[in-house]
């Protein structure tokens, strides 16, 4: 059973930065494409960036720049890089595994974690 648990969350002051990182079990790693989701109060949960086994990153367009995406292979784990933090980013980011790196934002696709809170003051 593959299990993902994310950590690294808190509270920031806007402009700051974070790193979260996602830790995955029960998975042959090496060939899941890694992906970083976020839900806002009263919003839908949007992706947020992806990283294939391969090691290349792709990213929401509106994020692109500062946000980055990155993988350990070796630690079973993909980390996930905010900074110049706004008050907008504050969501609970989930951490998802999946076997495809098409169709990213879907929903309905691989397994995910509980999320850890980000929450930017400003």
Avoid: H
Avoid at 27 to 49: H, L, N, T
Avoid at 80 to 90: F, R, S, V, Y
């Amino acid at each position: 059973q593959v299990q993902l648990v994310e950590s690294g969350g808190g509270l920031v002051r806007a402009g700051g930065s974070l790193t979260l990182s996602c830790e995955i079990s029960g998975s042959i790693f090496s060939f899941d494409v890694m992906g970083w989701y976020r839900q806002a109060p009263g919003k839908k949960r949007e992706w947020v960036a992806s990283i294939t086994p391969d090691g290349v990153p792709s990213y929401a367009p509106s994020l692109e720049g500062r946000f980055l995406i990155s993988r350990d292979d070796a630690k079973n784990m993909a980390n996930l890089q905010l900074n110049a933090l706004k008050p907008e980013d504050t969501a609970i980011y989930y951490c998802n595994a999946r076997r495809t790196a098409s169709w990213p934002e879907r929903l309905d696709i691989g397994s995910w974690g509980q999320g850890t809170q980000v929450t930017v003051s400003s």
